[in-house]
């Protein structure tokens, strides 16, 4: 029950031998694990061991470093169902849930596999007779990557991969609410043939593990996942020894269904978007646009099922929503009802916390709806990051997505409609980095790119090749072998 940090290969505690526990969300009397509250002093270790390593690793082939990474999907696959299990016991959500988040780390670890066969660089005709041009890319050094607690598997590997596979070494701070799933993947990577050094895992929290890795001046580069507001912080502080900084952030995301929807399939999608993870996802449907014409139709149809929604422990494959994560993000919950009956809005369904029979000991909220909420109240404009939907109303299409657009952030979106015209005008018009047609805001695959736009980040992807931008530098190479010297731009080549 007592975990321990992972530096250069080995597992220590940290240097002040605080620790802190972890509890099951859905019954707090049960204790996960207790593991080390590290400081600057431990980060500082695991630092020089990822730079020391960095040495050799970034000279191991790539498609050697891939087959380490596919050895890491198996033993990932192998021990699926165990992992799941645990992380369900950490965090909360659902089995089934947990099931598709580790499957995400091992589809993320065979697309990075493969990615090492690949990584490819450009060769271009030089501008010049007798000379060579053409790009590689590069590892960076020392990542350090800081995560949160949501995704606990599927996050890290799709950052900690692709780190990998293209040559850097990686410091890792975890969620202080799931160390364990942090632990189980550094286990399975040092299992896999990872050398010492090459991973490192520090537990603790924001202020004593994120912000000196954040500050550390030989840490060339910060990959984040989280809130906004730490975000904002992140990138200021990591400006300062100009690292290269790959921010995820919050969203607020937004179905429409219009009038020409398959109705019943878009509440199918309205409800998982919305209480799947009890909407603690950066995906999670927070916004629902309806067209005024189905409007009522459609919400005594989506009520009825919100009802039937069986809240309870995540191991019980009866059970739809779990609990939320913690004792604070349930206060954070409650608080933004407070504000939405505050500002009008009208309270349809749920709304306070739920602690009937075996709940009574866990973090459990209602699934809440509000209607009648206009675009600017702050129900509709802050991420609540829990199980509580806002209802819109639009009279067109247009209308619909300028309520969509009307948001600081810019994630995930989603339309339900049956006509291809409607359909095509959402993608080009909708401003996010991902658009569903006839699909919930939630369900990114792990091969195409991953990010939004606004405030949800600073313009990097995650997934897909598009991840290598963020753990490559790119190096132009010309091989001049004219044998005089050629001046580009200035010996024009003259054609008779
Ligand atoms: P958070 O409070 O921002 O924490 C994220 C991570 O940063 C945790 O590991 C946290 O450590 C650490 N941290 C906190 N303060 C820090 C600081 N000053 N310096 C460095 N690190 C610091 O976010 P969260 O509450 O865990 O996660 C929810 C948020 O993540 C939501 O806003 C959600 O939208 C966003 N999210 C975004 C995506 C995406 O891809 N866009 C995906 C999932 C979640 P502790 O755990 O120890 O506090
Ligand atoms: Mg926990």
Request: hydrophobic share 40%; net charge negative; with cysteine.
């Amino acid at each position: 029950m007592e975990y321990k940090n992972f530096i250069n290969g080995k597992w220590v505690g940290s240097k002040n031998k605080e620790k802190f526990e972890n509890r099951n969300p859905a019954n707090w009397d049960e204790l996960i694990g207790v593991f080390p509250k590290s400081g600057a002093e431990d980060v500082d270790d695991a630092v020089a061991a990822a730079e020391e390593a960095f040495k050799k690793w970034r000279l191991v082939p790539a498609p050697k470093r891939g087959e380490i990474l596919f050895r890491t999907g198996e033993l990932l696959r192998k021990h699926k169902e165990e992992i799941s299990r645990d992380m369900t016991r950490e965090m909360g959500k659902i089995i089934q849930e947990t099931r598709g988040d580790t499957q995400e780390g091992i589809d993320t670890a065979y697309y990075a596999a493969g990615e090492g066969r690949r990584l490819f660089g450009e060769t271009t005709p030089a501008e010049l007779p007798n000379k060579f041009a053409m790009s590689i890319r590069q590892p960076i050094g020392v990542c350090g990557i800081i995560s949160p607690w949501n995704f606990p598997m599927a996050i890290p590997t799709w950052k900690i991969f692709p780190a990998l596979l293209c040559g850097n070494t990686v410091v890792f701070k975890p969620a202080s609410d799931t160390p364990l799933t942090a632990v189980r993947l550094v286990e399975i990577l040092a299992e896999a043939g990872l050398p010492a050094g090459v991973v490192n895992l520090v537990h603790g929290t924001g202020s004593g593990v994120g912000t000196p890795l954040v500050e550390h001046p030989r840490v060339r580069l910060i990959s984040f996942t989280g809130s906004s507001d730490v975000g904002k912080q992140i990138a200021a502080s990591g400006g300062k020894t100009l690292k290269r900084i790959s921010l995820e952030l919050g969203g607020k995301n937004a179905q429409i269904v219009m009038d020409d929807a398959d109705l019943k399939l878009a509440v199918e999608g309205a409800l998982w978007g919305a209480f799947g993870t009890t909407g603690q996802r950066c995906t999670a449907t927070s916004r629902l646009i309806l067209h005024e014409k189905i409007k009522d139709d459609f919400l005594s149809m989506f009520l009825e099922r919100v009802e039937g929604l069986k809240l309870g422990n995540g191991l019980d494959s009866r059970t739809d929503v779990g609990p939320l994560v913690n004792k604070a993000q349930r206060e954070q919950i409650q608080s933004y009802v407070d504000i939405g009956l505050g500002e009008g809005a009208k309270l349809v369904a749920g709304g306070k916390a739920y602690e009937e029979g075996e709940c009574q000991k866990g973090w459990f909220y209602e699934p809440t709806v509000f209607d009648g909420v206009e675009p600017d109240m702050r129900i509709a404009q802050e991420e609540i990051f829990g199980p509580v939907l806002s209802v819109l109303k639009a009279g067109s299409l247009s209308e619909a997505i300028a309520i969509l657009n009307n948001s600081d952030y810019g994630l995930s979106s989603s339309i339900y409609t049956s006509d291809v015209n409607t359909a095509h005008v959402a993608m080009r018009d909708i401003e996010a980095g991902i658009t569903y047609i006839n699909g919930p805001t939630i369900g990114a695959e792990v091969h195409l790119p991953f990010g939004g736009v606004k405030d949800t980040g600073n313009g990097h992807r995650e997934s897909g090749t598009a991840v290598l931008d963020v753990f490559t530098e790119w190096k132009s190479i010309y091989v001049d072998y004219s044998g005089r010297l050629q001046k580009a731009q200035i010996d024009a080549v003259t054609i008779e």
